[in-house]
């Protein structure tokens, strides 16, 4: 793999420097042969599968982007560091791929609490940061230099609560979340707020320990309550157990409802049959109906043999993204790219089309995905504002959950 | 009348977890009670358990022929943990006990050694088996699984303490205990003793880890760090170097556990458990059933 893109990386720098004027820009720090950029990932540790499925997706865009001729005629270099799944060895690796490497902008984490640390770091060093899939609003707060090419948590929330009492007429529902995760109860909060305003309720609430294993007092508890669905918004290897556990404790799979931490085939292959027909909110299904998916798809499957996730998209859009960016920068400085990406509109990525708003989060749709033997699969697309109008001037941030309607066929 | 079932159903879940919980701890508290070492690679040894049985199990053929596979697998990742458990104990306890002697830190060298061994064993499993989280085929359904545990459990608890008070193995485990030079120059062989007590301790580690992921969890590299500190807790209050004691702080730790979960406080269950560890030992410092002994010098 190293070879492989290496000698990408030597082929896009001949055919660049053939085509462009040569790489005299005006930043000093940018005298390097290549674009130099840091990715910051769990490839090991609890979240490893984002992590590895997010390092698919930028390397197959990575690659695309240097087959065509790289950017201003420099051909991408992605640094990959390993954070380990630890939020400290986040902050370690951005560190070192700053300082050490140089590079010009950052790709990561996956998820928020890492993007958080990691991207404390960037800002005070003024290098831009793009996080594919964290989706705490906290992580892009912490100032001009992160952003984000995914939904808010609040975003998705909004969507959860659209989707469970508009569509579903779910209106009692049961939460069950991990207090000492930003991620799982940031959903928790948001999907409170907004059930209350779309007069659903919360029946039930069950916070549990991120390392937690046993379900089924939680379980019967929230069943107890006798609601319509539980939300359950939390990252897939504890959703495996509580399916399972779920299941011997008399609760049907339609019963579960989630975010985009369930999307990961282990869940499917582990709990599969106890998920049947659960709804979660998420990024990117296989089979959504958009024609970048569809071309992403087919590549993505040429070259790793199986379906992408979520990640593998997200990971593919952020690394798209950036490039353009770097692409349609004035200059080669951190800052020029960092503007480069705040003017993003309308960018047409895997995941759907891509509008970088004023506080660097990404407008994008919100789809919803069942599980249906063992599959995830395309359900509706929940929010969608940039899609629907076609142009993407949207600059207001007031967000109006529109429910579209079900594809024909499901 | 309904509250009454919530917190029947929760004392029964926690009984099996604390029963599972107890089988950790005795590994600890029986390696103490003999060394004076807290064996923090136990909860590592629990943990190649857990991948042992995985491994087993399918290569048994687990979902065709559950019974005989969960078995047979479960007898196998014993001998499996049974003989890491030696290892450790070879290669990383022994020659230092060998060759500290009376030196000012023969405790202290250990202790850091075993958390070598652990974070070593962390990272090797993370190397062979990769980080990703696996799971068991189902080959019990999970309504029966606690049921399955308890009976368990407390079957190899007897067994246990068949062994410790019946035989005469048992017997040279008690002497080592009270006084290791002595039980030497009655004409014990301590290596041979020590070199069991792992082994039996890691056993039962496996028995609890393969119980432990059929009921309720995966099988990843770092699984052993949270069961092990909740058993290592355990085997404290209950007073670390007692083997009843063990047992009473697991069942104790898993009670409080589930308990803990039917309030609102549910996310405070660690703050809750390790509140009683400190009350405990503040009225009674050498934990429930622990005895004081008296320190040699």
């Known amino acids: 793999m190293v070879a492989a893109s290496l000698g990408m990386a030597v082929l896009g720098c001949g055919k660049g420097s053939a085509a462009s004027a040569g790489p005299s820009g005006p930043a000093a720090a940018n005298t390097a042969p290549e674009w130099r950029v840091g990715a910051y990932l769990s490839l090991s540790g609890e979240d490893a599968a984002f992590g590895i499925f997010t390092k698919d997706g930028i390397e197959l865009a990575v690659d695309e982007v240097n087959k065509a001729g790289g950017v201003k005629g420099k051909p991408l270099k992605v640094l990959y560091e390993d954070d380990k799944s630890n939020p400290q060895e986040a902050t370690n690796k951005v560190l070192q791929l700053i300082d050490r490497d140089k590079v010009v902008a950052l790709l990561g984490e996956v998820t928020s609490s890492r993007s958080k640390a990691g991207g404390i770091v960037a800002n005070r060093k003024h290098v831009p940061m793009i996080t594919p899939s964290a989706t705490n609003p906290d992580v892009t707060k912490v100032g001009p230099f992160v952003f984000r090419v995914c939904f808010t948590d609040d975003v998705q929330a909004q969507a959860t609560a659209a989707f469970l009492v508009d569509k579903l007429g779910k209106k009692r529902v049961a939460v069950l979340y991990a207090t000492d995760d930003l991620y799982s109860s940031g959903l928790a909060e948001g999907l409170r707020q907004e059930l209350k305003k779309r007069g659903g309720e919360v029946v039930a609430e069950k916070g549990f320990l991120k390392k937690e294993t046993n379900f089924t007092t939680y379980l019967t508890e929230l069943k107890d309550a006798k609601p319509d669905i539980i939300y359950a918004p939390i990252y897939y290897n504890q959703m495996t157990l509580i399916a399972r556990q779920g299941k011997a404790a008399g609760i049907k799979g339609d019963m579960f409802a989630g975010g985009d931490g369930w999307d990961a085939d282990e869940l499917v292959n582990d709990a599969g049959d106890e998920l049947e027909g659960a709804y979660f909110t998420n990024f990117y299904a296989p089979d959504v109906p958009w024609a970048r998916a569809k071309d992403f798809r087919v590549k993505y499957n040429d070259r790793f043999h199986h379906d992408p996730s979520s990640n593998a998209a997200m990971g593919y859009d952020a690394a798209k993204l950036l490039a353009d960016a770097i692409g349609r920068a004035k200059d080669d400085s951190p800052d020029a790219i960092r503007q480069a990406i705040q003017d993003t509109k309308g960018f047409e990525g895997a995941t759907g089309s891509i509008t970088m708003d004023a506080d660097r989060n990404a407008d994008k749709p919100v789809i919803v995905v069942q599980i249906k033997g063992k599959k995830f699969t395309y359900f509706s697309t929940v929010h969608d504002k940039a899609g629907a109008a076609g142009a993407a001037g949207a600059t207001s941030t007031t967000l109006p959950a529109a429910v579209s309607p079900a594809p024909p066929g499901k | ?297």
């Open chain 2, 1 to 297: 009348m309904l509250l009454f079932w919530k917190v029947w159903g929760a004392l029964e879940t926690g009984l099996a977890q604390g029963a599972m919980i107890a089988l950790v701890a005795l590994g600890y508290t029986m390696v103490y009670g003999i060394l004076k070492l807290i064996n923090f690679a136990h909860s590592e040894v629990f943990m190649m358990g857990a991948y042992a049985g995985l491994f087993l199990i399918g290569a048994l053929g687990g979902e065709t022929a559950p019974i005989v596979a969960g078995i047979a697998g479960t007898f196998g990742a014993m001998l499996l943990a049974g003989a890491l458990g030696v290892v450790v104990e070879r290669i990383a306890y022994a020659p230092l006990r060998a060759r500290g002697g009376k030196s000012a830190n023969a405790r202290i060298t250990p202790l850091v050694t075993a958390l070598g061994m652990s974070v070593l064993l962390q990272n090797l499993a993370q190397l062979l088996f990769t980080a990703q989280y696996r799971g068991y085929p189902r080959l019990i359904p999970i309504q029966h699984t606690r049921q399955i545990i308890f009976v368990t459990a407390v079957l190899v608890m007897l067994a246990l303490q068949f062994l410790v008070h019946r035989t005469w193995t048992g017997k040279a485990m008690r002497a080592l205990s009270m006084n290791m030079e002595a039980a030497r120059l009655m004409g014990v062989r301590t290596s041979r003793i020590i070199a069991l007590t792992f082994i039996t301790g890691s056993m039962l580690a496996a028995v609890g880890a393969v119980l432990y992921c059929l009921d309720q969890s995966q099988v990843y590299p770092t699984m052993g760090v949270t069961i092990g500190t909740r058993a290592f807790v355990a085997a404290v209050i209950g007073g670390i170097g007692s083997i009843p004691g063990a047992m009473l702080g697991g069942v104790l730790i898993g009670i409080i556990g589930e308990l803990t979960k039917l309030t609102p406080y549910s996310g405070l269950q660690d703050v809750l458990v390790f509140t009683v560890l400190i009350g405990v030992l503040l009225v009674k410092p050498t934990g429930l059933l622990g005895k004081a002994g008296i320190e040699k010098v």
